[in-house]
């Protein structure tokens, strides 16, 4: 995955991991493995987005394992003013519009006065 991430920040495809959107094209065992922990991939690459395929990608290159593919490309939406993660829901939230899907509820618990 790093080598993915570092080959597209030289050809300024993206400028820093958050910046990225990868997509996985995995068979076999890797698809059962990533189909697994699809929730968690996201944080675990330190990506703002990831999309897995068993369909053939045009962006996606061999990766040294057999089985998977990967290819990364710019993520979609605009930059969340908390997190930095990317998402095409940065403005859709009246009261909080410069943020995430994921920051707008933990904001609106801060402003209510819970804890988050």
Not at 4 to 20: H, N, V
Not at 48 to 62: C, G, I, K
Not at 89 to 115: D, M, N, Y
Request: with cysteine.
């Amino acid at each position: 995955m790093l080598k993915a991430l570092e080959r597209a920040r030289q050809a300024k495809t993206i400028r820093g991991s958050l910046d990225a959107q990868v997509t996985l094209r995995a068979d076999g065992d890797w698809a059962a493995l990533l189909n697994d922990y699809k929730e968690q991939l996201r944080a675990l690459f330190i990506v703002s987005a990831v999309n897995l395929s068993r369909d053939s990608v045009p962006e996606v290159q061999p990766s040294d394992l057999p089985g998977l593919a990967i290819g990364v490309r710019a993520a979609d939406g605009a930059k969340c003013a908390r997190c930095w993660n990317y998402s095409p829901q940065v403005g859709a939230f009246s009261i909080h519009p410069s943020v995430c899907e994921r920051c707008a509820p933990v904001l609106e618990k801060l402003s209510a006065g819970t804890s988050a």
